[in-house]
């Protein structure tokens, strides 16, 4: 029983990132499990089980992959930018 329910997860979301576009991270948090769980099923085991599928979701994380460091300096773009009031000595 182990066995199925880790493949019926490594399926369910690689379907949820690819019809999402979510990150590994955005994944994990969305189904409680760890992002290095996340990840081994849709890198290791899903190749195993679909590859076709498992091509598919290599294609979206490559894309999260590349786009990490935009999203990283709009965080901090968006983190510095609240309402500062210019200083008055």
């Known amino acids: 029983m182990g066995k199925v329910y880790i ?10 990132i690819i019809d999402s576009g979510d990150t590994v991270r955005g994944a994990a948090k ?6 290095s ?4 099923d849709v ?7 679909n590859p076709i599928l498992a091509i598919e979701v290599r ?3 490559d894309e999260n ?4 460091h935009i999203r990283g300096g709009m965080a901090t773009k968006l ?7 210019p200083f008055v000595g």
């Open 7 to 16: 493949e019926e997860r490594a399926v369910n979301l690689a379907h949820y």
């Open 30 to 35: 969305k189904f409680g499990i760890s992002k």
């Open 37 to 40: 769980t996340v990840h081994k």
């Open 43 to 49: 890198s290791e085991r899903l190749q195993k089980i």
């Open 59 to 61: 294609k979206i994380l």
């Open 65 to 68: 992959k590349a786009e990490r």
């Open 79 to 85: 983190k510095y930018s609240h309402d500062k009031e």
